[in-house]
C-alpha cells in the first residue's frame, strides 16, 4: 500500500476515534438537561443546563446589569442564590467587595445553571426591558467616535434617568454578546436615544455599531445603572474620559433643563486632541449658564505640537492644582478604569470622603 | 524483577534527577503563572500528573500499536498533539463539573495544558527512549508528580517571597526566576543518587 494511503488512513482512523471519544465525554460530563430556575420564589423558567446564570436569564429576557457583558471584570451581576452551597469562586473575589460576599451576593455571569436552582435579585432588575430600536442617525463626532441615535420601535418609548446606560445584543456566533453604553441624551426625549461609541480595537460591540447604517434595526435592553445625580446643593465636579462624557452630558442636559440650582464644572480629559466632542455645546452651556464652567484636559500630545485651549496634563495633576475650588464639591467620573482608580487613589490621599464620589467605570 | 526495578528507577528518575521542570525547563509559562498560591498549585500539579499518565500511555499506545506496524512514524507529532488535546478537553469538562472553584482558579490554564510543552515533551522523551509500557506508565507519573513536586515547592517559597521585602528591581518575575534557577541546582545535585 502506498504511504500517502496509509497516512491517510492511519490519520482518518486515529482522529475519528479520539472524535468519538470526546462525543462520548461530552454528552456524560457536560449534558446538565433542562434545569429549572426559580426567580424570586414566585417566578419559574426553564433553561439548558451549563450555561452561565447571567446568560440563562437573559435568554429568558430576565435582564441583570453588566457592563463587562460577562467578562466577570466589572461586578455589577449581583444576585442571591438563598438554597444554594456554591463555595465563592476565585473570578469573583477578585471583582467583589467584602460587604456584598458577606451579604451573600454573588456574580451571575459566573456562576453556572447545572440543576435546579433558586435565585433572587432585587425587584428593578423587572423594570428592565428588551426593546427593539432602528438607527435614525449615525455621524462621526471626533477620531474613531460615532454618535448614534436609535429610535424605538417595539416598545415605542423608554422611560430611563440621565446617566444610567443600556446594554446592545450583539449578534455573533454561538451565545448573543451584551455590551453596554452609556445613554448620552436627556430622558425627557423617550422616542429615542443618543450613543457616544469609541471604535475599540478588536471590540465585538463597537465595531458592530460603528458598521451600522441608518435604517438597520438593533435590539437593546436598559435602562441599568445608579450613576445618578443626586439631591445635594454641593457644586457637582464631573470628570469624563473620553467618551464618558455621555452619561454626564446626559446629566448635564437634564440639569439645564429642569432648571436645577447647582454649580457645575466639567473635566472633559482626552488623550489626544482630535477625540474631543460635544465642544460647541458645552461652550454654549457656558455662555448661558453662569453656573457652568469646563476644563479641556490633553494628556499624551505630542511636545511638538500646540494646545491652547486647555491643559496638557495628567487628570490628577489639574485637579490638584484646583483642589482648593474643588474640595468640597461632589464628584462624578466615568471613563475608562486606570483613570478613575488614579483618581479613586487621589482623593483617598486628599481625604474626599467616599460618599461624597460617584463612579462609573467603562470596563 | 529487573522490569520491576527499571520501573522504580525510570519513577524515581522522572520525579527528581531527571525533573522535566527544573532539569528540561519544559513547561514554563504556567509553572510560574500557576505558582503564585499552594491552593492553585495543588489543582493545577494533580491536573498535569492526570494529563501526562494517560497521555504518555495512549501516545505509548498509539506509537507502537498503530504508527509503527504501519510505517506513519512521520504523524507522531500531529496524533500526540490530538490525542493530548483530547485528553484536556475531558480533563476540563470534569473539573467543570465536579469542582467549580478549581475550574475558576485554574482560568486559562488548564486549557492550555494543551500546548504545554512538557506534556508533549514527556511523550516525545518515551518514543526516543523506547521504554517498555510498564516503564512509560512509570516515566509518565513520574514527570508529571516531578512537574508537580516543582509546582508545589515554588508556590511555598513563593508565599514567603510575598511576605518578605526585596531589594528594589527583585520584585516579581525577577526574584521567581532566580528561584527556579537555585531550585534547578538542587534538583541537579540529585543526579548522584543514580
Excluded at chain 1, 307 to 324: M, N, P
Aim: aromatic residues 12%; hydrophobic residues 45%; glycine residues 8%.
Amino acid at each position: 500500500m502506498s504511504i500517502y494511503l496509509t497516512t491517510f488512513l492511519v490519520s482518518l482512523g486515529i482522529s475519528t476515534a479520539l472524535g468519538v471519544i470526546i462525543v462520548i465525554a461530552d454528552k456524560l460530563l457536560s449534558n446538565y438537561g433542562e434545569c429549572t430556575i426559580t426567580i424570586n420564589d414566585d417566578k419559574q423558567v426553564v433553561v439548558e443546563g451549563g450555561n452561565s446564570l447571567m446568560s440563562s436569564l437573559f435568554e429568558k429576557k430576565y435582564f441583570i446589569p453588566s457592563a463587562c457583558g460577562g467578562k466577570g471584570t466589572c461586578g455589577y451581576c449581583m444576585v442571591k442564590l438563598p438554597d444554594e452551597d456554591i463555595p465563592l469562586l476565585p473570578t469573583e473575589e477578585i471583582v467583589m467587595a467584602e460587604k456584598d460576599v458577606n451579604a451573600g451576593w454573588r456574580l451571575a455571569c459566573q456562576i453556572k445553571v447545572k440543576k435546579n436552582m433558586s435565585v433572587w435579585m432585587p425587584e428593578e432588575y423587572f423594570m428592565i426591558k428588551e426593546f427593539h430600536c432602528r438607527v435614525a442617525k449615525t455621524e462621526t463626532i471626533a477620531a474613531d467616535i460615532k454618535e448614534i441615535e436609535l429610535e424605538m420601535i417595539e416598545p415605542d418609548s423608554i422611560e430611563f434617568k440621565a446617566g444610567q446606560y443600556i446594554q446592545v445584543m450583539v449578534p455573533s456566533v454561538g451565545e448573543t454578546v451584551y455590551r453596554s453604553y452609556s445613554i448620552s441624551s436627556h430622558p425627557g426625549n423617550c422616542k429615542s436615544l443618543f450613543l457616544n461609541i469609541k471604535l475599540e480595537d478588536k471590540g465585538i460591540g463597537s465595531t458592530y455599531l460603528h458598521k451600522l447604517k441608518v435604517g438597520d434595526t438593533v435590539n437593546i435592553s436598559g435602562p441599568y445603572g445608579d450613576f445618578l445625580l443626586t439631591g445635594s446643593n454641593r457644586q457637582a465636579v464631573f470628570v469624563a474620559g473620553g467618551v464618558g462624557l455621555a452619561p454626564i452630558n446626559s446629566i448635564l442636559h437634564q440639569i439645564f433643563q429642569d432648571n436645577i440650582d447647582r454649580k457645575c464644572l466639567v473635566y472633559f480629559k482626552v488623550k489626544l486632541e482630535e477625540e474631543f466632542y460635544y465642544l460647541e455645546q458645552l461652550s454654549q452651556w457656558k455662555e448661558k449658564y453662569a453656573n457652568f464652567s469646563y476644563k479641556l484636559v490633553v494628556s499624551d500630545i505630542p511636545e511638538t505640537e500646540s494646545f491652547d485651549s486647555g491643559e496638557r496634563a495628567r487628570i490628577t495633576k489639574v485637579l490638584e492644582d484646583d483642589f482648593q475650588k474643588i474640595s468640597e464639591s461632589e464628584f462624578y467620573l466615568c471613563g475608562a478604569p486606570k483613570m478613575i482608580n488614579g483618581i479613586m487613589e487621589y482623593f483617598d490621599k486628599k481625604g474626599i470622603p467616599s460618599d461624597r464620589v460617584f463612579y462609573d467605570k467603562f470596563e | 524483577m529487573s522490569d520491576f526495578s527499571d520501573f522504580l528507577k525510570i519513577t524515581f528518575a522522572a520525579v527528581f534527577t531527571g525533573n522535566i521542570a527544573l532539569t528540561y525547563f519544559l513547561g514554563m509559562c504556567p509553572f510560574i503563572a500557576m505558582s503564585k498560591s499552594p491552593a492553585t498549585a495543588f489543582g493545577m500539579g494533580a491536573a498535569v500528573v492526570f494529563v501526562m499518565t494517560v497521555t504518555c500511555c495512549i501516545n505509548w499506545i498509539i506509537y507502537w500499536q498503530i504508527l509503527v506496524p504501519t510505517g506513519t512514524e512521520h504523524l507522531q507529532l500531529l496524533c500526540f498533539i490530538a490525542s493530548i488535546a483530547v485528553i484536556v478537553q475531558i480533563l476540563e469538562l470534569f473539573i467543570d463539573r465536579v469542582s467549580p472553584v478549581l475550574y475558576a482558579a485554574m482560568g486559562i490554564f488548564l486549557p492550555l495544558i494543551t500546548v504545554n510543552c512538557a506534556i508533549l515533551g514527556a511523550s516525545l522523551f518515551m518514543v526516543l527512549r523506547k521504554y517498555s509500557f510498564l516503564n512509560t506508565l512509570g516515566y509518565g507519573f513520574g514527570s508529571g508528580m516531578g512537574w508537580a513536586i516543582a509546582l508545589l515547592a515554588m508556590s511555598g517559597v513563593r508565599s514567603r517571597i510575598n511576605t518578605s521585602k526585596l531589594p528594589p528591581g527583585l520584585e516579581g518575575p525577577a526574584i521567581t526566576m532566580i528561584t527556579a534557577g537555585i531550585m534547578a541546582m538542587a534538583f541537579t545535585g540529585l543526579a548522584g543518587v543514580m
